[in-house]
């Protein structure tokens, strides 16, 4: 899954982005309000981080003026400041939910995780097949065996499993599992489809494959 990170303060900023990659998401980060506009509009997100003070535009007017362009990606709003008039800008212009700084970051965790599932990309439970994978506690399994993936392979399961039956193309998956801060090999995502095909269906023979490669789009999974 990706989120966007809207924030000036650079420091908090790279800290937040460094704690949501540990969680297995992809993070872009925009230090400006305008930049963070155009790549709120450029990409898909499944949630925003938006700080309200910003340089080139404020967090009110960038999550109104998403919210005038039909953009309904859920967005958390942060705030320095604990007044009622904050809070009530910021829901009023469009915000799903805010935290006031300083926060923990378990907090922003959960508060994230919250909208993920009230914007319909539910269960807590995903299953396909025999697979089932908990987004709370990162637990992959099938037929109850605990599989052991890698950040990025744990992520590529995640949406293959959010997706089911859908052709998900190359670009459209390293558009979600990686940020663009990253230097990626033309074929790093049939490596890493291979490498979830090992632990997946091949570790589990007695298993139907549930991986399907359309040839000259991408893959899916049934």
């Not at 298993?207 to 789009?217: C, D, H, L, Q, S």
Request: with cysteine; aromatic share 8%.
């Amino acid at each position: 899954m990706r989120i966007l990170i809207v924030e000036d303060e650079k420091t908090l900023a790279d800290s937040i982005k460094i704690g949501l990659v540990d969680e297995h998401f992809a993070v872009d980060v925009c230090y400006n309000g305008t930049l963070g506009y155009e790549q709120a509009m450029f990409e898909d997100y499944d949630v925003i981080i938006l700080d309200i003070m910003l340089p080139g535009m404020s967090g009110i007017t960038l999550c109104r003026t998403l919210r005038e362009e039909k953009n309904n990606t859920p967005i958390l709003m942060l705030t320095a400041k604990d007044t009622v008039s904050d809070t009530v800008a910021g829901l009023d212009s469009g915000a799903d939910d805010y935290l006031i700084k300083p926060f923990s970051f378990e907090e922003l965790l959960a508060r994230i995780r919250a909208l993920i599932r009230r914007n319909g990309k539910k269960s807590p439970v995903l299953a396909v097949d025999s697979i089932t994978l908990d987004p709370a506690t990162h637990i992959v399994t099938r037929k109850g065996k605990e599989i052991i993936l890698t950040s990025k392979e744990y992520a590529l399961l995640e949406y293959f499993m959010r997706n089911p039956g859908s052709i998900l193309t190359r670009e459209q998956i390293i558009s979600h599992v990686w940020d663009y801060s990253e230097n990626l090999l033309s074929n790093i995502v049939d490596v890493l489809v291979k490498r979830l095909r090992e632990k997946i269906d091949k570790a589990f023979p007695k298993e139907k494959p549930v991986f399907m490669t359309i040839r000259g789009i991408g893959y899916k999974i049934k």
